[in-house]
């Protein structure tokens, strides 16, 4: 496949399973632009090898091989070549697409999150990596930021799982702690009655009540990104926190309709975000210090150590 080809097959996938991002895309010069879509395209190829796949045993084997090809730097797959050509191009280490393809795998199983801690450290380990290797993408490197991008991966997931209880439990899937909903399996996640739905709609407000703080830390740390990267970042953060309040206007109410941000509410929101920065010091400022509370999950209960040493310093 040309590089032209290649490129036209990472921005359609874009456009296609994300559309927040090729959205807010625009506003990134050419290269990063490129360098951002050819990420996107790589973990989506993670993640499709789950959910597309005809068998939990193919999934399984699909992942080895990427896990395989990330250790030995080789692939003959084209997404994963450009994968793993990103990867050297932009110094993202081995370990944080491990953590991805181990978040990954965790879906092959049955997919019953337990407690909230659970789900953050799920919620790192399927986007909190992400926003790392973006850092990475857009030339950030300081240690300093990395807390505040897996931050704002985080709170993208946190948002994304409470649009999608219903999607994810028509799959047997719930991402849902347990803890909250009184361990319900899927099915009553997908119909739920009278008594039920209570229980449903206040353990997505407190879901998303959660996503705000991660969605606040990580605006604080866009001031480490070059400008150009964090307005895009910051507009893409917003439209998709806008998902989450548009979800609690529904009074969480996700199983009526999926949430869908309009193109011309996606303007407005592009244009409150640009005239926000001027009155904010924050984006044009590095913060004092991070919210250690905010990875408290992501913490050994034993040494206090990050989980994943290699990968995350925060």
């Given at each position: 496949m040309s590089k032209h080809s290649s490129r036209h097959s990472a921005d359609a996938i874009l456009a296609t399973?994300?559309?927040?991002?090729?959205?807010?895309?625009?506003?990134?010069?050419?290269?990063?632009?490129?360098?951002?879509?050819?990420?996107?395209?790589?973990?989506?190829?993670?993640?499709?090898?789950?959910?597309?796949?005809?068998?939990s045993e193919?999934?399984?084997?699909?992942?080895?091989?990427?896990?395989?090809?990330?250790l030995s730097g080789q692939s003959n797959h084209e997404v994963v070549r450009d994968g793993l050509s990103l990867m050297k191009e932009?110094?993202?280490?081995?370990?944080?697409?491990?953590?991805?393809?181990?978040?990954?795998?965790?879906?092959?199983?049955?997919?019953?999150?337990?407690?909230?801690?659970?789900?953050?450290?799920?919620?790192?380990q399927v986007a909190g990596t992400v926003g790392l290797m973006m850092s990475n993408v857009l030339d950030t490197h300081e240690d300093a930021a990395k807390p505040y991008a897996v931050d704002l991966g985080?709170?993208?997931?946190?948002?994304?799982?409470?649009?999608?209880?219903?999607?994810?439990?028509?799959?047997?899937?719930r991402y849902v702690p347990g803890d909250l909903v009184k361990d319900l399996e899927p099915i009553s996640l997908i119909y739920p009655n009278e008594q039920q739905k209570q229980i449903v709609s206040e353990a997505v407000a407190n879901l998303l009540d959660c996503a705000e703080k991660y969605y606040s830390s990580?605006?604080?740390?866009?001031?480490?990104?070059?400008?150009?990267?964090?307005l895009s970042i910051l507009v893409a953060a917003r439209v998709y926190r806008e998902?989450?309040?548009?979800?609690?206007?529904?009074?969480?109410?996700?199983?009526h309709r999926?949430?869908?941000?309009?193109?011309p509410r996606k303007v407005i929101i592009t244009l409150q975000a640009l005239l926000s920065v001027c009155f904010n010091l924050q984006f044009w400022r590095h913060p004092k210090s991070h919210d250690l509370g905010l990875h408290r999950a992501l913490l050994d209960p034993q040494t206090q150590a990050p989980l994943s040493i290699k990968s995350y310093a925060g």
């Open positions: 399973k994300g559309k927040s991002f090729h959205w807010a895309r625009r506003l990134l010069g050419k290269e990063y632009a490129l360098r951002a879509t050819r990420l996107y395209r790589f973990c989506r190829y993670i993640d499709d090898l789950v959910d597309e796949a005809e068998s193919l999934a399984e084997k699909g992942l080895v091989e990427v896990s395989q090809a990330i932009c110094h993202i280490p081995q370990a944080v697409v491990l953590d991805l393809i181990a978040g990954a795998t965790s879906d092959i199983a049955l997919v019953r999150i337990q407690d909230q801690d659970a789900l953050l450290r799920y919620c790192y985080m709170a993208m997931q946190l948002t994304n799982i409470c649009r999608d209880i219903k999607t994810d439990a028509l799959l047997n899937r990580g605006e604080r740390g866009l001031s480490y990104l070059p400008l150009k990267a964090r998902i989450g309040r548009e979800l609690k206007k529904q009074h969480c109410e996700y199983w999926r949430i869908v941000i309009s193109s």
